[in-house]
Each structure stands twice: as structure tokens, then as C-alpha cells.
């Protein structure tokens, strides 16, 4: 009877513990379905870039901040709004692939010509703005991108 009670708790043992392998195992799936929804909920799927949502939660959070929206050093913020012309054009003559393969491009060139701190969207379609903190004007790099023929 005693070792018919030591093998039931041993049994009893080895199943919580496979239970709990299970439960972890689970759970870290789970954690990681949370962080890609997080980003996603954050970024353009095709582009990678922030995403209206991401725009309107950052101004959210600097008009609740306590300051109205405003820091310490005064200097204004900049936003710059850039559209494609003609991007119909380029889906027909490309397909549907070709224009997102240039809306991919664009994202990553306008990512190398912005500061880190500086945030680019895409708005929607072609549409794209960059928020330049703390900066009234294009960035010194934008602008320097750009006087290089590489904007």
C-alpha cells in the first residue's frame, strides 16, 4: 500500500510538472503574440514606419503631459506632409507590387535622411509626414539629403 501511495504521488509529480512545462510554454507564446500585436498596432505592415494610431497617441500624450504640450526649451516642433504624385501611375504601370516596392524604398530613405528623434508616418497610401521635433524646418540632415539630389 506504502508504495503504491509513492508511485501515485511520484505519477502525480511528473504530471504537474509536464503541466507546468505546458502552461510556460504557452504563456511565452503568449507573450510574444502580445509584443507583435503591440508593434503592429503601432506601424504600417507594409512600411514598417509609425502609423496614424502611433501620431495621434504621441499628441495625446503631450497635450495631457501636465504642460500643455510644451517643453522646457520653447523650440517649436515641425511637421512636414509629403504625397507622391502620380502614384496611380506607378501601380499601373508596375503593379500592385512595383508601388509597394517604391513606398518601401521611400520609407527607408526618408528614415536615413530624418534625426532619431524625428518620427516618420505613413498617413495612409502615399501620404507620408515627419513630425521633427524640436524643429521648425526640415532637419540638417533632410536637408542636406535632399541639396544631394537624394530627395
Excluded at 35 to 50: K, N
Excluded at 80 to 85: G, H, K, N, Q, W
Excluded at 98 to 106: H, I, M, T
Excluded at 129 to 148: D, M, N, V
Aim: proline share 2%; glycine share 12%.
Amino acid at each position: 500500500m506504502i508504495l503504491l501511495g509513492a508511485v501515485v504521488t511520484v505519477m502525480g509529480g511528473v504530471f504537474v510538472y509536464l503541466l507546468y512545462r505546458r502552461v510556460r510554454r504557452a504563456n511565452l507564446q503568449l507573450r510574444e503574440a502580445n509584443r507583435q500585436l503591440e508593434f503592429h498596432a503601432v506601424r504600417d505592415p507594409l512600411t514598417g514606419l509609425f502609423n496614424r494610431r502611433s501620431f495621434f497617441e504621441l499628441m495625446s500624450k503631450r497635450a495631457t503631459d501636465g504642460a500643455g504640450g510644451r517643453r522646457e526649451d520653447d523650440v517649436p516642433d515641425g511637421l512636414l506632409v509629403l504625397d507622391i504624385d502620380h502614384f496611380k501611375r506607378i501601380n499601373d504601370n508596375l503593379g500592385h507590387a512595383g508601388g509597394d516596392a517604391v513606398l518601401v524604398e521611400l520609407a527607408k530613405r526618408l528614415c536615413s535622411a530624418v534625426r532619431d528623434t524625428d518620427m516618420v508616418i505613413r498617413w495612409g497610401g502615399e501620404e507620408f509626414l515627419i513630425f521633427l521635433q524640436g524643429q521648425c524646418g526640415p532637419s540638417e540632415k533632410f536637408g542636406r539629403t535632399r541639396a544631394q539630389g537624394g530627395g
